[in-house]
DNA sequence: ATAGTATTTAGATATTTGTCTAAATATACA
DNA sequence: TGTATATTTAGACAAATATCTAAATACTAT
């Protein structure tokens, strides 16, 4: 859950989130996509992997990314308590 | 936006959202709840406030701390574009 | 006014984080 | 095998963060 708020916080990383909603990528396309080394991508990408919010499957030479939407449900799921007042 | 993912990757944070759930707090009140100093505290408030998490009232001499739920929402909503996929 | 309680603000410090360049690893292909 | 491409790992560094103690502010009540 910890891992999962961290991945969270970081403009970054929520919007390769939404890249990868509307398909799945490699890393280097997302790279492209921004004006930041393909290092930090990968730390990037290496976070939202522990928060398992994406998954990594290699193809060949390339990586792809697609997201991961188990984890979504379990934050709702969370933040639902706090639409449902007192004890 | 960014503010309410900073605001919520602390577990600290998230502990006083929760306690704040059940009832509404005064700031030395939820101060007894943990083991960490009170300008830590009123620190981890402040950034909860910053994110409109929280609403602070004061009463006397006393501030009183309650949950505010409609940033709640904004999240949801957020995270529900993950469960529809594609664009 | 003075003293006491509640809370925040200021300033310091150690840790974590995001970023970079350079180097390492892995695969493809000529 | 050797070279090019894709991606990650390593190491460094500046900026952000969580925490602390000491001091400041605000209110209560004697």
């Known amino acids: 859950?910890?891992?999962v708020f961290k991945a969270l916080n970081d403009p970054t990383r929520r919007e390769?989130?939404?890249?990868?909603r509307?398909?799945?990528m490699t890393a280097g396309e997302i790279v492209e996509k921004f004006r930041i080394s393909g290092p930090s991508i990968s730390h990037h990408l290496d976070l939202l992997k522990q928060a398992k919010l994406v998954i990594?499957?290699?193809?060949g030479q390339f990586i792809y990314y697609s997201l991961n939407t188990t984890v979504v449900d379990e934050i709702m799921t969370w933040l639902l308590q706090f639409k449902s007042k007192k004890k």
Chains 1, 2 share one sequence.
Not at 16 to 20: A, D, K, T
Not at 56 to 59: G, L, P, R, V, Y
């Open 56 to 59: 990594a499957e290699k193809e």
């Open 22 to 24: 509307k398909k799945d």
């Open 16 to 20: 390769i989130l939404e890249l990868l």
């Open 1 to 3: 859950m910890n891992n």
